[in-house]
């Protein structure tokens, strides 16, 4: 018995008439539903699965996923996040052949279900791209903010099997930010900082994120702004905050048109200090320099092409470029992966430093992203954060400078 109201159709779908799939993703989409107080189901236009590596969903996982690929095939567009390895070139990155077999057999059971294999956690920049005021059921906190935030769709942070039955019913509990009220922003955050690097967009998302916790922010103060820092700032606002939504005037549409919230705080030079002395470890030698985390862009991996070309990644430190396979696509075309597997760069496409199993591999990790020095932290590595430069030159030299 649910407090929802479903329509004919969807009480049949529950009763089991479009098999078992079917039937458990209503019962997990009807629980929810009733846990949040949600009147009804509402479709969705796409969904974003995570939970795609072997290393987090381990035997029962995989098990769980092939009873629903039995008769499961979803009903709207749904990409992947970033499995364990990537899928093609797994023992360049020293992933084992046990594990491999394990992850095709993860993908393979997405695949029965009709899910395009993209292993990205920038699933806006390879095609799943929603329109404004979409409603969508995405799992992957950098991309539920970024689709929030930067685009306009409206979504719940998803788990992996909430957002696959959505994907199988092709709706979702219209609760939390599917809802005008829940979105409206509860603080302004006043911005008076220069941000001068990559980088010092994951420390303003940690920043920002520490001091607004829950609540919606409404960001004033940003000058210029681009597609790389958005997505960079989007991962860690949510990683070392917790709401996966914000209004940064001149980028999310409408923001101009929310009411100002009665609190505001303001974000100075001494908090971006601040966070990248909580972020970086005292460590000097570094073993793994891992850039894209969200997935690189083209304009990334033009970048770190041009920086590491006529060079050598260090003896004793591997250099990973972690990215869509359809971005590696392209840097190919233009020569840019070339460039960078001349100098001993290693591609790591549909995988990333936090689903891989690295537990144990690496001891010291650098990166140019916040939410990268925070899952590596739980992999036991010492981290540093910095610029594209910084982290090209540590790749090369196998020490962090500064
Ligand atoms: Fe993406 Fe992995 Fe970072 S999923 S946001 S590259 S931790």
């Known amino acids: 018995m649910t407090c929802m109201q479903l329509t004919k159709q969807e009480q049949k779908m529950l009763d089991g008439a479009e098999g078992y799939a079917v039937r458990k993703s209503m019962e997990i989409l009807v629980?929810?539903?009733?846990?949040?107080?949600?009147?009804?189901?509402?479709?969705?236009?796409?969904?974003?699965?995570?939970?795609?590596?072997?290393?987090?969903?381990?035997?029962?996982?995989?098990?769980?996923?092939?009873?629903?690929?039995k008769d499961g095939r979803v009903k709207v567009l749904t990409t992947l996040n970033p499995a364990g390895m990537d899928l093609e070139d797994w023992r360049n990155l020293g992933i084992s052949p046990d594990f491999a077999e394990k992850q095709n057999l993860v993908i393979e059971a997405f695949r029965r279900m009709g899910i395009l294999v993209t292993c990205t956690c920038t699933p806006y920049l390879i095609g799943n791209l929603p329109l404004y005021g979409e409603h969508i059921a995405w799992s992957e906190s950098s991309a539920v903010t970024f689709a929030n935030s930067v685009i306009g769709a409206k979504t719940n942070r998803e788990g992996g099997p909430s957002a696959l039955a959505a994907a199988f019913v092709g709706k979702t509990p219209c609760y939390g930010l599917h809802l005008d009220e829940n979105r409206t922003p509860d603080v302004h955050v006043q911005v008076n900082v220069k941000l001068a690097k990559l980088s010092d967009w994951g420390a303003l998302g940690y920043a920002i994120g520490k001091r607004a916790e829950n609540e919606v922010a409404y960001i004033t103060g940003i000058k210029t702004v681009d597609m790389d820092?958005?997505?960079?700032?989007?991962?860690?606002?949510?990683?070392?905050?917790?709401k996966p939504l914000f209004y940064m005037k001149g980028v999310t549409p409408?923001?101009?048109?929310?009411?100002?919230?009665?609190e505001t705080i303001s974000i100075e030079q001494v908090d971006?200090?601040?966070?990248?002395?909580?972020i970086n470890d005292e460590v000097s030698d570094i073993e793994l320099v891992c850039v894209g985390c969200p997935h690189c862009s083209i304009n990334e991996i033009a970048k770190v092409s041009e920086l590491i070309k006529?060079?050598?990644?260090?003896?004793?430190?591997?250099f990973w470029v972690a990215?869509?396979?359809?971005?590696?696509?392209?840097?190919?075309?233009?020569?840019?992966?070339?460039?960078?597997?001349?100098?001993?760069?290693?591609?790591?496409?549909?995988?990333?430093?936090?689903?891989?199993?690295?537990?144990?591999?690496?001891k010291s990790l650098a990166?140019?992203?916040?939410?990268?020095?925070?899952?590596?932290?739980?992999?036991?590595?010492?981290?540093?954060?910095?610029?594209?430069?910084?982290?090209?030159?540590?790749?090369?030299?196998?020490?962090?400078?500064?």
């Open 272 to 278: 971006i200090k601040n966070a990248y002395d909580s």
């Open 31 to 69: 629980a929810l539903g009733d846990i949040y107080g949600a009147e009804s189901l509402i479709k969705v236009g796409s969904v974003q699965v995570a939970g795609v590596s072997y290393h987090n969903l381990g035997d029962a996982g995989l098990e769980f996923l092939n009873e629903l690929a």
């Open 323 to 362: 990215t869509s396979r359809s971005a590696k696509q392209l840097a190919d075309k233009r020569g840019y992966v070339e460039i960078i597997e001349k100098a001993g760069g290693k591609f790591a496409c549909d995988t990333c430093m936090a689903v891989a199993p690295l537990k144990g591999r690496f």
């Open 367 to 402: 990166t140019t992203s916040a939410k990268g020095c925070f899952y590596s932290r739980q992999n036991n590595m010492k981290t540093k954060m910095g610029s594209m430069e910084e982290c090209v030159e540590a790749a090369v030299t196998g020490k962090w400078k500064g």
């Open 254 to 262: 409408g923001a101009e048109l929310q009411i100002q919230p009665k």
């Open 229 to 242: 820092d958005l997505k960079s700032f989007c991962a860690s606002v949510v990683t070392y905050g917790a």
């Open 310 to 318: 006529g060079k050598a990644v260090a003896k004793g430190t591997e």
